[in-house]
Nanobody, 125 residues
Framework: VQLQASWGGLVQIGGSLRLSCPAS????????MAWFRQAPGKEREFVAA????????FYADSVKGRFTISGDSAKDTVDLQMNSLKPEDTAVYYC???????????????????WGKGTQVTVSS
C-alpha cells in the first residue's frame, strides 16, 4: 500500500496550492482519508479529513474556510486545495488513510492505518 503526497512547493502569502495524494495497492473506498502537517519544532497536527466514498468532511479550525479536501474513490485519490495561505501553514504535509471516521475527534487523532511520505509547503513573503 502506498500513499504519496505531491505538489507541495513555495508560495507567497495569500496564494494557493493544491496537494494531491494518489493511493495504490488497495481500494480506499470505505476509508477515511486525511491530511496532517508538521511544522519545524512542532508535533504533527490534523488538517482535514474526508470519507473517500463521499458525504463527510471535517476540518481543523485553523484551516476552515481556506482549505478544501476532496476525495475521488474511483481513482483512490485525495486532494487538498489550500487558499489564502499564511506563513503558519508552512509545514510538511502528509496524507493518511484509516478504516474509521472519527467525527469531532479528528483533531485528537495521531495514529492512522496508513501514512504516506510528506510534501513540503512553504509560505513566504
Amino acid at each position: 500500500v502506498q500513499l504519496q503526497a505531491s505538489w507541495g512547493g513555495l508560495v507567497q502569502i495569500g496564494g494557493s496550492l493544491r496537494l494531491s495524494c494518489p493511493a495504490s495497492g488497495r481500494s480506499f473506498n470505505n476509508y477515511a482519508m486525511a491530511w496532517f502537517r508538521q511544522a519545524p519544532g512542532k508535533e504533527r497536527e490534523f488538517v482535514a479529513a474526508v470519507w473517500a466514498s463521499g458525504g463527510k468532511t471535517f476540518y481543523a479550525d485553523s484551516v476552515k474556510g481556506r482549505f478544501t479536501i476532496s476525495g475521488d474513490s474511483a481513482k483512490d485519490t485525495v486532494d487538498l486545495q489550500m487558499n489564502s495561505l499564511k506563513p503558519e501553514d508552512t509545514a510538511v504535509y502528509y496524507c493518511a488513510a484509516d478504516r474509521a471516521w472519527y467525527s469531532s475527534s479528528w483533531p485528537m487523532i495521531s495514529n492512522m492505518d496508513y501514512w504516506g511520505k510528506g510534501t513540503q509547503v512553504t509560505v513566504s513573503s
